[in-house]
């Protein structure tokens, strides 16, 4: 398919913006990492306007979302988005917590995480 081809399907919207809120993304956040204005994001979920799937494809490649299931529904949303909310939180706490400890403590909480990181990179190569 095309990516400028215009699709017109009827859960596509619900998807876009269940997306952009679990991401915890305001209608112009989205629309400026995807190109759009916050009005076109805006009409987008409303149904004033239709996504076109390059659209979906730049929000799978953002988000690490399948594009299949943006635009059907079917199959997965994507890896562990399940617990994204969940992650989210904890990250929030980290960070909370990073920030009003001592800084010898956040300097090592943060060293903890990148060395975690990097591990995960490496061992996904």
Same mark, same amino acid.
């Given at each position: 398919?095309?990516?400028? #081809? ?20 305001? !209608? ?14 805006? !009409? ?44 989210? #939180? ?36």
């Amino acid at each position: 398919m095309p990516t400028d #081809t215009i699709i017109d399907e009827s859960g596509v919207r619900a998807r876009i913006k269940h997306v952009r809120t679990i991401s915890g993304l305001t !209608q112009a956040e989205l629309g400026s990492k995807i190109g759009l204005s916050r009005e076109m994001v805006c !009409q987008i979920e409303d149904g004033a306007r239709k996504p076109k799937v390059s659209i979906l494809v730049s929000m799978g490649y953002l988000f690490g979302i399948d594009e299949n299931w943006l635009l059907t529904g079917e199959g997965e949303m994507g890896p562990n988005w399940e617990d994204r909310e969940e992650v989210s #939180t904890i990250g929030a706490e980290i960070l909370h917590l990073v920030k009003t400890s001592p800084k010898e403590v956040g300097e090592n909480v943060l060293s903890l995480l990148k060395s975690m990181k990097r591990a995960r990179y490496e061992s996904a190569r």
